[in-house]
């Protein structure tokens, strides 16, 4: 298997370029795409068998995985996310789209694979491209990032490097131009208080 490389730009997404990875996502495919940290590996959240195949690309039980949905906007959260404060939700309206992940407590709704998870990662990237995919596909993306195995650089962040190392594990590779190396930073909003779980692109103002 040989990814598709799509070229798509972040300033002005192309709708038809768009709704060909979309169509990908919505059979299933796995596709590496840009955020406004470093490039993301995804899928539909939906769908059972790309997450296991993300699962077993990543050496990790899908059951003990930790990964970030990619939201386009605040407007579903409530379809995964129980009822937040308004502290709360002042914090997510000040950071996103931001290069934050927000982790908060998940209903009922979440999908068959993290029915079991008390909370989940959510992440509004700054960010056209990853934004109009969740629009196109109607629900959110998962996210885990591209790690590289170099001690020097612990994210590639040249989509053609991308596409030579993971041609033949995914299904499409996005080439929305230079990622960054620095991964979100990652806040837990589940508890009393805010806590600081990873501290990366982003900053600490917005608590």
């Known amino acids: 298997m040989q990814a598709e490389f799509i070229r798509i730009y972040n300033e002005n997404p192309n709708p038809r370029e768009i709704q060909k990875v979309v169509e990908v996502l919505r059979k299933g495919g ?38 970030s949905f990619i939201c386009a906007d605040l407007s579903n959260l409530s379809d995964y996310v129980r009822q937040i404060d308004t502290p709360t939700f ?14 908060l407590p998940g209903n009922n709704n979440l999908p068959k694979a993290f029915k079991n998870k008390k909370t989940v990662g959510i992440r509004v990237p700054d960010n056209a491209i990853a934004r109009a995919l969740v629009e196109g596909l109607g629900n959110p993306i998962i996210s885990t990032s591209i790690r590289d195995e170099d001690d020097v650089i612990e994210y590639t962040s040249d989509p053609e490097l991308i596409l030579e190392k993971w041609h033949n594990l995914v299904d499409v590779v996005v080439d929305g131009g230079y990622g960054g190396n620095v991964p979100s930073t990652v806040i837990d909003l589940s508890g009393f208080e805010p806590e600081v779980v990873r501290e990366g692109k982003g900053s600490l103002d917005i608590l």
């Open 30 to 67: 796995l596709v590496i795409y840009p955020t406004d940290t470093v490039y993301g590996l995804g899928c539909d959240i939906t769908k059972t068998k790309a997450l296991e195949r993300i699962a077993r690309i990543k050496g990790v039980k899908l059951e003990k995985a930790n990964w």
């Open 90 to 103: 002042k914090i997510l309206k000040r950071a996103l789209p931001g290069p934050y992940t927000f982790i």
